[in-house]
């Protein structure tokens, strides 16, 4: 059976307490609330270095706007916005190199103790950087070796999250659902915001003490809980369906008919060998939509991840109708962007569900968020209202495409029709968009440490000129979604009365 590759039995909760075996609703509801506090958990931990990057960075001098070699070395001086775009590198390029192999190992072991081996590694070594503060390091090799094995343990956590949530969801309203769960990503940067921001004047160590504890604790939730699939307690899977939702518009098909599946309803699987054979990193590649998407998410996390790391910064350092605010202030007023972010998810998911078009969709998004973001970097100092209704609305467009592909549309890909229902290929396919994704952020924070000292203005071309090249790789698929839409429409009114 396919539990016994991609799950390991049941996890110890459900002998201590047998009544846990309820109903397959109630697992479907308990395996999305278990990976939402998961992979929230990850994300207020990633949280902490752009919280302090304003107290370990040089401060500006107010008057001349010129940096003033006060910070915590080895991040202080003329080039300590240089270091910090350094270390952001560091963590970023390792999470995006391990998210390959994380892929490629969660379609072969137990998903459940392999999520938790990266979250118990990545709470100890967060924690481990904050006590850098109460050692008095200012070695910046231990710095960057800290974040990038914390990296490769964080890689680990997104293909086993969206696999496991894929063994338990059908396909139909999964653009709604999943852009609902997937709002953990900006719930985690709210939470993590939050508590680094007010434990910062007693120290920047505890930044990043109380989120690295938080993931460990998490982990602990998991190990106690995470069902990885339906097999596991006796239940069958929610259908696989035929009808691929994005390779159809680029490829020819042969005669399929539509066999979409409810969340909640199920039907009997084929155990066949297909299905328990791991797709190969080569061949996933050239799966229909799989490149594009994976490219649109390059430029699109760059843009995300430069925000997660330097809107912080970026709030503490420019004045907000003549007036500087605080670093506390600073990294809880970021968490507007990541507000919007999770009604951005939700509203790409609903939208994309409601014209099935996953790629006109993105496009769309992208295509508006580039005015949002010249007002805000134009208008966002005329006043606080001003700045937090642009940085909201900057975080809902930004943030929708970026969910939206990291969860729908590589669930979409990973079950697609040609791989004959391989239904073990999500992992694979999750971790080559994400990972691809993934080296767009780490570039995307590097280049802003160094083109911020050339001024802000520089910032957001490069955050602009990225969109424009996310929405480009979608055009294709957008064009061949619309003429799918015009067909279908003509189709339906023919056969009216």
């Not at 490769?152 to 059908?170: A, E, M, R, Y």
């Not at 599946?261 to 229909?288: H, Q």
């Not at 993934?438 to 957001?460: D, E, K, Q, T």
């Amino acid at each position: 059976m396919q539990s016994k590759i991609v799950g390991g039995g049941l996890p110890p909760a459900f002998s201590l307490f047998p009544s846990l075996n309820k109903t397959f609703t109630f697992h479907q509801i308990l395996v999305l609330i278990i990976t939402f506090l998961a992979y929230a958990s990850f994300h207020a931990s990633r949280k902490p270095p752009s919280i302090v990057k304003s107290v370990l960075g040089p401060s500006v001098n107010e008057d001349s706007n010129s940096p003033i070699d006060n910070g915590w070395a080895p991040f202080n001086g003329t080039e300590g916005t240089q270091r910090l775009g350094e270390l952001d590198l560091a963590f970023l390029s390792s999470y995006a190199l391990g998210m390959y192999f994380a892929g490629h190992l969660g379609d072969r072991i137990d998903l459940r103790l392999f999520l938790v081996f990266g979250m118990m590694g990545s709470g100890i070594l967060t924690v481990v950087f904050g006590l850098g503060y109460w050692m008095n390091v200012h070695l910046l090799g231990f710095y960057m070796t800290v974040q990038i094995v914390c990296g490769l343990f964080q890689s680990i956590g997104w293909p086993c999250v969206v696999s496991v949530v894929g063994n338990w969801c059908g396909k139909e309203k999964r653009g709604l659902i999943m852009g609902v769960w997937n709002s953990h990503t900006s719930v985690g940067n709210i939470v993590g915001s939050v508590v680094a921001s007010s434990v910062l004047d007693s120290g920047w160590g505890w930044s990043f003490a109380l989120p690295g504890g938080l993931v460990i604790v998490s982990g602990l939730v998991v190990f106690m809980c995470l069902v990885v699939s339906p097999h596991d307690l006796g239940f069958e899977e929610p259908g696989k369906e035929i009808e691929m939702s994005l390779a159809a518009e680029t490829v020819v098909v042969e005669d399929k008919e539509d066999d979409d599946v409810g969340l909640l309803e199920t039907v009997n699987l084929d155990d066949g060998d297909d299905s328990l054979s791991a797709i190969g990193f080569l061949e996933a590649w050239k799966l229909p939509g799989v490149a594009p998407f994976a490219f649109c998410l390059f430029f699109s996390k760059l843009v995300a991840y430069t925000f997660l790391y330097w809107l912080p910064y970026y709030l503490r350092h420019q004045a907000v109708a003549g007036v500087y605010i605080s670093h506390k202030t600073a990294g809880i007023l970021s968490t507007v962007f990541d507000i919007g972010g999770v009604f951005g998810g939700i509203s790409a998911g609903f939208i994309s569900d409601k014209i099935k078009a996953r790629a006109l969709t993105s496009v769309a998004f992208l295509s508006l968020s580039i005015p949002v973001l010249i007002m805000y970097r134009v208008y966002g100092s005329v006043s606080m209202f001003i700045n937090i209704g642009l940085m909201f609305i900057s975080g809902l467009l930004v943030n929708g495409p970026y969910a939206l592909i990291t969860t729908a549309v590589a669930a979409d890909l990973g079950t697609q029709d040609s791989i004959k229902g391989n239904g073990r290929a999500l992992a694979t396919v999750t971790a080559i968009i994400d990972g691809t994704g993934s080296v767009g952020a780490a570039l995307g924070p590097l280049l802003a440490g160094y083109i911020s000292s050339r001024g802000w203005n520089s910032v957001f071309f490069m955050l602009i000129v990225s969109i424009f090249f996310a929405g480009l790789f979608l055009v294709r698929l957008a064009k061949a979604e619309i003429k799918e839409m015009s067909s279908s429409g003509e189709l339906i009114a023919s056969s009216g009365p």
